[in-house]
C-alpha cells in the first residue's frame, strides 16, 4: 500500500493538500473533544465517574433539555413551512430575478449575529418598534419581549437560509419535464407538490433539519439576548458551568450528555435519508 502510494504522484498531492485539515481537525475537533471527554468522566478528585453525564437527568437540567429540544422542534417546522413556499416562488423566477432573490435570503447572514439578534431585541421590546406600530395603529401592544416566541422568531431568523438553501439546491435539479408531465395527466398544484416536489426534495429537507435542528438545539445566545435570562435553555446552562461557576466536570457532563442526543438525531435522520433514497430508486 506504502509502494503504491509512493507511486502514485496524485495520491501524494491529495495527502498534501489535505494537511492543512486534518491539523486543523485535530487541533480544534480532536484535541478540545478529547479534553472534554477527560473532564465529564473524571470528578473533582480526578476519579472516573459517570455522574456528569447522567446530571442531565436532574430535574434543573432535564427541564432545561425539553424546552431546548420544543424551541428547536419549533422552529425546525417554522422554517420547514416558511422556506417550501418560499422556494417553490423563487423556483418560478426568471433566472436574474431568482438569484437576486436568492442574495436577498442569503443577506442577513453577512452581518453579525449579535448585532442581528440585537435588532429583533429592539424590535420586540415591551417599548420596541413592533408596539410603537401597533399603538400607532390602535391595537394593543404585544408581550413579546423575553418569551419563548421571542427566542423562536429569533432562532427562526438566523436559521431559516439554512433550510432554504439545501430545499432550492434541490427542487432546481427536478426535470420540468416531470411536473408538466404530471399536470398534463390532470395532477393540481397540491398534488403535484404531494406526489413529486416533496419526495424528490427530502435529501434536501432532510440537510436543512440538521442544519437547523442542531444548532437550535445548542445555542445560548438567542436565549440570553431575547429570553431576557429569564428562560434557561441546555445551552445557557452549560455556558454558566463553564464560564460562572467554573464547574468544567459537571459543564463536559452536559456537554457531553446533549452530544450524544444529537448524534442519535442525525443517525435518525441519515438512516431515514439512506432508506428514502432506496424508495425512490424502487
Not at 433566472?95 to 424590535?123: D, E, H, T, Y
Not at 436559521?159 to 419535464?177: F, K
Not at 404531494?194 to 438567542?222: A, E
Amino acid at each position: 500500500m506504502n509502494k503504491r502510494t509512493k507511486a502514485n504522484p496524485a495520491v501524494n498531492k491529495r495527502v498534501w493538500l489535505s494537511s492543512p485539515y486534518l491539523i486543523w481537525v485535530v487541533g480544534f475537533t480532536v484535541i478540545p473533544m478529547i479534553m472534554i471527554f477527560r473532564y465529564a468522566l473524571a470528578d473533582g478528585s480526578g476519579t472516573f465517574t459517570l455522574g456528569n453525564i447522567l446530571a442531565i437527568f436532574e430535574p434543573i437540567h432535564l427541564k432545561a433539555m425539553i424546552f431546548s429540544l420544543e424551541i428547536a422542534v419549533g422552529c425546525t417546522l417554522v422554517c420547514i413551512l416558511l422556506a417550501y413556499p418560499l422556494v417553490l416562488a423563487m423556483e418560478r423566477l426568471h433566472m436574474g430575478r431568482r438569484g437576486f432573490s436568492l442574495f436577498i435570503v442569503i443577506l442577513p447572514m453577512w452581518m453579525n449575529f449579535i448585532l442581528r439578534i440585537l435588532a429583533w431585541q429592539m424590535i420586540l421590546s415591551n417599548n420596541g418598534i413592533l408596539n410603537f406600530i401597533l399603538r400607532g395603529i390602535g391595537l394593543e401592544p404585544l408581550a413579546v419581549a423575553n418569551t419563548p416566541a421571542a427566542i423562536m422568531i429569533g432562532m427562526v431568523y438566523d436559521y431559516l437560509p439554512y433550510m432554504v438553501l439545501p430545499i432550492y439546491n434541490v427542487i432546481t435539479e427536478i426535470d420540468a419535464d416531470i411536473i408538466e408531465a404530471a399536470k398534463d395527466l390532470g395532477a393540481g398544484s397540491f398534488t403535484v407538490f404531494r406526489k413529486i416536489i416533496l419526495p424528490l426534495s427530502v435529501p434536501g429537507l432532510l440537510s436543512g433539519i440538521v442544519m437547523v435542528f442542531v444548532p437550535s438545539m445548542t445555542s445560548f445566545v438567542v436565549a440570553d439576548v431575547l429570553g431576557g435570562g429569564k428562560l434557561q435553555l441546555i445551552g445557557n446552562i452549560i455556558e454558566q458551568e463553564f464560564t460562572k461557576s467554573s464547574n468544567w466536570a459537571l459543564g463536559s457532563g452536559l456537554s457531553v450528555s446533549l452530544m450524544i442526543f444529537v448524534l442519535i438525531s442525525m443517525i435518525f435522520t441519515t438512516k431515514s435519508d439512506s432508506e428514502g433514497d432506496r424508495s425512490a430508486i424502487w
